[in-house]
């Protein structure tokens, strides 16, 4: 579980959209029915989206709506989503630490983007 949150998880509202389609493993999701669930937006709803189709955790199906379905094409990507699912129900908090340690890291260009602009005392 913790390779997925290093490798694919950078924040919350990812986790959730990925956490929604897993749940329900049978259903097929449109960019709406995540987008009324996340309630983010919908831009980011479909980015999300296609990140995880492209690395094959999630299907797309392109025929009218496009809908969008949790099915992994490792074994052990399936088990490492369904334990995420498990640990986010019983201790969610130590999820969002996970995710916000991976992307507060020291070589995050986010952060040291802001580190440049930290004002300092003279």
Known sequence: ?????????????????????????????????????????????????EYFVQEKIV?????????????????EVRSAVLALVETYQARPVRVIEAIYQRSSSQNDPARMFAEAFRLRKP
């Open 59 to 75: 299907q797309r199906s392109d025929n009218s709506p496009i809908s969008y379905q949790f099915a992994p094409d490792r074994m």
């Open 1 to 49: 579980m913790r390779q997925l949150i290093e490798r694919h998880l950078t924040s919350i509202e990812q986790t959730e959209i990925l956490l929604l389609l897993a749940k329900n493993p049978a259903a097929k999701f449109t960019v709406q029915n995540v987008y009324n669930v996340i309630l983010s937006t919908k831009l980011s709803v479909v980015a999300w989206l």
